[in-house]
């Protein structure tokens, strides 16, 4: 199994460029399933989710090519509906499948998904807009098994937005016969930018980036070129790797205006950070302030970027609270930063943190992506050489992490 060996105390100085988004490539990944033309996506990042997704749609008979420039995905020749267990247990994206293949087959059998252990992240929404659409669904065996002649537009109101619930949703109206109106719909840049690539495949819909969505259903849809959006999740860790390390890093492609609560919660913190064309310019402080954050939907402070703030705090001047509202089993970071010096208490879903001088090195265990991330950051400010195990997690989210880390300069190499 591979680990990572962290040597800390480097002040990170250089450029990074940001990888293309993993949480807008597995649904545009899927959306090829609606056309039966070939499918171009440029900026594909490397990543085990992206292979996965990969694995599961050739599966299905689509023609996958991979390159460094990205994918060509054509599902004209698609020969069967299903998504098996062995495919998708270790992904949580992979229901998205199920909204694509009953807008074009009329049929789905998709195992129940897996992926990070970070708390309950049930479907029941998806099938919720997708049983008001018209689908007949029945749970079988631990597979949703789903079929409608057609799909029609229907008005679905989500209870809480969920972003992979409303890009099912989305995906399934676009050949739905009539209008589908999505309220209480996820706003995030990931759900915008899989709209785009939706209206160049000949769909029509409006709203994207609001709380409402309309999608006007259409007979067929032609196959896309696009290029995805920069991961802003991988740029707001190298925001947090250039903070706790007093470093000073250009991330190139990084969006400002996707990133607003980040930037003003790291600002608070200390961080300085100046919007450019060709990203963010981000400098550390000496020493991190203490500042108080808790996770919500987008546009507020992302879940995904908790636990890196959190190891932030670790080393900042006073007391912090981060309060968990979105997942209720995403501290699973903090023991391990607690084996590495780290004053943290934990009550439900709110985290104290109070600063420390300084973090020791140790030898830590990763649980899930974020948490990885977070033990990363926390071995670059700490004392000594740590170890890192279960790298998988990380490469489940990341690209070449190490290897952009080191070209910064910090002191990192990959064991087998």
């Given at each position: 199994?591979?680990?990572?060996?962290?040597?800390?105390?480097?002040?990170l100085?250089?450029?990074?460029?940001?990888?293309?988004?993993?949480?807008?490539?597995?649904?545009?990944?899927?959306?090829?399933?609606?056309?039966?033309?070939?499918?171009?996506?440029?900026?594909?990042?490397?990543?085990?989710?992206?292979?996965?997704?990969?694995?599961?749609?050739?599966?299905?008979g689509?023609?996958l090519e991979?390159?460094?420039?990205?994918?060509?995905?054509?599902?004209s020749?698609?020969?069967?509906?299903?998504?098996?267990?062995?495919?998708?247990?270790?992904?949580?994206?992979?229901?998205?499948?199920?909204?694509?293949?009953?807008?074009?087959?009329?049929?789905?059998?998709?195992?129940?998904?897996?992926?990070?252990?970070?708390?309950?992240?049930?479907?029941?929404?998806?099938?919720?807009?997708?049983?008001?659409?018209?689908?007949?669904?029945?749970?079988?065996?631990?597979?949703?098994?789903?079929?409608?002649?057609r799909?029609?537009?229907?008005r679905?109101?989500?209870?809480?937005?969920?972003?992979?619930?409303?890009?099912?949703?989305?995906?399934?109206?676009?050949?739905?016969?009539?209008?589908?109106?999505?309220?209480?719909?996820a706003?995030?840049?990931?759900?915008?930018?899989?709209?785009?690539?939706?209206?160049?495949m000949?769909?029509?819909?409006?709203?994207?980036?609001?709380?409402?969505?309309?999608?006007?259903?259409?007979?067929?849809?032609?196959?896309?070129?696009?290029e995805?959006?920069?991961?802003?999740?991988?740029?707001?860790?190298?925001?947090?790797?250039?903070?706790?390390?007093?470093?000073?890093?250009?991330?190139?492609?990084?969006?400002?205006?996707?990133?607003?609560?980040?930037?003003?919660?790291?600002?608070?913190?200390?961080?300085?950070?100046a919007?450019?064309?060709?990203?963010?310019?981000?400098?550390?402080?000496?020493?991190?302030?203490?500042?108080?954050?808790?996770?919500?939907?987008?546009?507020?402070?992302?879940?995904?970027?908790?636990?890196?703030l959190?190891?932030?705090?670790?080393?900042?001047?006073?007391?912090?609270?981060?309060?968990?509202?979105?997942?209720?089993?995403?501290?699973?970071?903090?023991?391990?930063?607690?084996?590495?010096?780290?004053?943290?208490?934990?009550?439900?879903?709110?985290?104290?943190?109070?600063?420390?001088?300084?973090?020791?090195?140790?030898?830590?265990?990763?649980?899930?992506l974020?948490?990885?991330?977070?033990?990363?950051?926390?071995?670059?400010?700490?004392r000594?050489?740590?170890?890192?195990?279960?790298?998988?997690?990380?490469?489940?989210?990341?690209?070449?992490?190490?290897?952009?880390?080191?070209?910064?300069?910090?002191?990192?190499?990959?064991?087998?």
């Amino acid at each position: 199994m591979e680990r990572l060996l962290i040597q800390g105390g480097v002040p990170l100085r250089g450029e990074v460029q940001v990888s293309g988004s993993k949480n807008a490539t597995l649904p545009l990944m899927a959306a090829s399933l609606l056309a039966a033309r070939e499918c171009i996506l440029r900026g594909a990042p490397q990543l085990r989710d992206v292979a996965t997704m990969g694995r599961l749609l050739q599966h299905m008979g689509v023609r996958l090519e991979s390159g460094p420039r990205g994918l060509r995905l054509d599902a004209s020749a698609l020969q069967r509906a299903e998504a098996p267990y062995e495919l998708v247990k270790t992904m949580r994206a992979s229901v998205l499948v199920l909204g694509p293949l009953l807008g074009r087959w009329g049929r789905a059998r998709v195992s129940l998904p897996g992926g990070c252990a970070i708390g309950a992240r049930p479907i029941n929404l998806h099938l919720m807009g997708l049983e008001k659409m018209g689908a007949s669904i029945r749970l079988e065996a631990g597979y949703v098994v789903a079929r409608a002649r057609r799909l029609r537009g229907a008005r679905v109101c989500f209870d809480l937005p969920t972003v992979t619930g409303t890009e099912n949703i989305m995906m399934a109206a676009a050949l739905a016969k009539g209008t589908t109106v999505i309220e209480n719909a996820a706003r995030e840049p990931e759900v915008v930018d899989l709209a785009r690539a939706l209206r160049a495949m000949g769909a029509r819909l409006r709203g994207e980036g609001s709380s409402v969505l309309e999608i006007q259903g259409v007979e067929e849809l032609q196959g896309f070129d696009h290029e995805v959006i920069p991961d802003r999740i991988e740029a707001a860790t190298f925001m947090v790797a250039a903070g706790i390390t007093a470093g000073r890093v250009l991330i190139r492609g990084a969006r400002a205006e996707h990133l607003d609560a980040v930037l003003q919660k790291l600002q608070e913190a200390g961080l300085r950070i100046a919007p450019g064309p060709e990203g963010l310019l981000v400098e550390g402080p000496g020493r991190p302030r203490a500042v108080d954050a808790a996770t919500a939907p987008y546009p507020g402070f992302p879940t995904d970027v908790q636990a890196q703030l959190m190891a932030l705090m670790c080393i900042a001047r006073g007391s912090s609270v981060i309060a968990e509202t979105v997942f209720e089993n995403r501290f699973m970071h903090v023991p391990e930063l607690q084996r590495m010096g780290a004053d943290i208490s934990v009550r439900g879903g709110v985290a104290t943190v109070r600063g420390v001088k300084t973090l020791k090195a140790a030898q830590v265990m990763a649980t899930d992506l974020r948490a990885s991330a977070s033990l990363v950051l926390a071995a670059l400010a700490a004392r000594g050489s740590s170890v890192l195990h279960r790298v998988y997690h990380l490469d489940r989210g990341y690209e070449r992490m190490e290897e952009k880390l080191r070209a910064l300069g910090a002191a990192i190499q990959r064991l087998t």
